[in-house]
């Protein structure tokens, strides 16, 4: 078997990487750890396994590229004398529901990783406990649980991809 060019890797995953990076840290740090991700990968991916799950390793990786942001941006200072510009999200395609990410913030850890995981990445529960440690039926019901919470805590203004 032909090993693909890792630019054909970056083109296929590369949007849902970026989705989970945005629904584990936020829009503010996902696209830092999505080229961190990459940086990563692109080093192994020549000594990479023919049948590795390459969307699962990818999001292993990301997975710890969010953690390594999460931990720098607990020790970081936060006293300021004026805040930060805040990213534009104008003229992105990729803009999204700024109540989502709220809603998805506020979910504890595991469930919001699970959700990110199963829902934007397609991983199976046995590779989600594989990531976060735990079971598999500790990763689905850390999904089942964050998806009825943002059920009841988020309410979308509009129906995307619904016809009324």
């Not at 080229?35 to 990479?48: H, K």
């Not at 990786?61 to 970081?76: F, L, Q």
């Not at 506020?106 to 529960?125: D, E, F, S």
Request: with cysteine.
């Amino acid at each position: 078997m032909k090993v693909r060019p890792f630019e054909q890797i970056v083109d296929e995953y590369g949007p849902m990487v970026l989705r989970v990076c945005r629904a584990v840290l936020g829009p503010a740090d996902a696209e830092d750890a999505w080229s961190e991700t990459f940086l990563s990968a692109l080093r192994v991916y020549p000594e990479l396994a023919e049948d590795t799950n390459v969307e699962a390793w990818l999001v292993t990786i990301a997975h710890r590229k969010a953690v390594d942001v999460t931990r720098a941006t607990a020790r970081r200072p936060v006293v300021v004398e004026r805040l930060p510009e805040r990213p534009s999200t104008t003229g992105r395609p990729e803009d999204w529901d700024g109540d989502l990410w709220a809603a998805l913030s506020a979910l504890p850890a595991k469930q919001r990783m699970a959700v990110a995981y199963h829902y934007l990445a397609g991983l199976p529960y046995a590779e989600i406990a594989a990531i976060l440690g735990g079971s598999t039926d500790a990763a689905r019901r850390a999904a089942a649980d964050g998806i009825k919470t943002l059920r009841t805590t988020y309410k979308p203004t509009t129906r995307v991809g619904r016809k009324a």
